[in-house]
T-cell receptor, first 115, second 114 residues
Framework: DAGITQSPRYKITETGRQVTLMCHQT?????MFWYRQDLGHGLRLIYY???????DKGEVPDGYVVSRSKTENFPLTLESATRSQTSVYFC??????????????FGEGSRLTVL | GNSVTQMEGPVTLSEEAFLTINCTYT??????LFWYVQYPGEGLQLLLK?????DKGSNKGFEATYRKETTSFHLEKGSVQVSDSAVYFC?????????????FGKGTLLTVNP
């Protein structure tokens, strides 16, 4: 049971470069989410997706782009990375049919450092 | 909008001590409440949840009771172990709607010493 796989787990890049963080889930979950985790802020929602080709902004979407051409993949792209985007990024999904009480399943995180 | 406030850490306890991590929330309607735990180097995983007022969630010796009158969902454990050292997040999800977004607190780092 592979669950949710994030790649890369660690990435160092420079200001202005484009970076894509990949998220792949093997459960065919409909809903997927991208959160960033920062000290003093907890987890903040960047983008989420209800299904393939349906995405919506979360709390902190600026500077990020997402796509969802296939149900199992939900990549997050930083089009021009900034130092403020140094963070740990978590992808998550929720099984279908569980509604508002359902458990969120998380990947192991991608630690991104922007120099 | 929804918000979650939990006690700031870090919290340091000795093994077998009693643990309380406070969590209060602001939300409309009747949200579902959750505690997630993050062990070092890992993603978050669900610890327990409660979906209506007066429900008690429990797992691995941890408990939390959904108190609508005080809008609280405090996490407790009677006797902590070294293996409980982790970051704990309180979270809520609004009832109704279809977006299933979770709103998290800032997290509380717990360190348990032998």
């Amino acid at each position: 049971d592979a669950g949710i796989t994030q790649s890369p787990r660690y990435k160092i890049t420079e200001t202005g470069r484009q970076v894509t963080l990949m998220c792949h889930q093997t459960w065919s979950h409909s809903y997927m989410f991208w959160y960033r985790q920062d000290l003093g802020h907890g987890l903040r929602l960047i983008y989420y997706s209800a299904a393939a080709d349906i995405t919506d902004k979360g709390e902190v979407p600026d500077g990020y782009v997402v796509s969802r051409s296939k149900t199992e993949n939900f990549p997050l792209t930083l089009e021009s990375a900034t130092r403020s985007q140094t963070s740990v990024y978590f992808c998550a999904s929720i099984p279908p049919g569980q509604g508002s009480t359902g458990e969120l399943f998380f990947g192991e995180g991608s630690r991104l450092t922007v120099l | 909008g929804n918000s979650v406030t939990q006690m700031e850490g870090p919290v340091t306890l000795s093994e077998e001590a009693f643990l309380t991590i406070n969590c209060t929330y602001t939300a409309t309607g009747y949200p579902s409440l959750f505690w997630y735990v993050q062990y070092p180097g890992e993603g978050l995983q669900l610890l327990l949840k409660a979906t209506k007022a007066d429900d008690k969630g429990s797992n691995k010796g941890f408990e939390a009771t959904y108190r609508k009158e005080t809008t609280s969902f405090h996490l407790e454990k009677g006797s902590v172990q070294v293996s409980d050292s982790a970051v704990y997040f309180c979270a809520l999800r609004s009832s109704g709607g279809s977006n299933y977004k979770l709103t998290f607190g800032k997290g509380t780092l717990l360190t348990v010493n032998p």
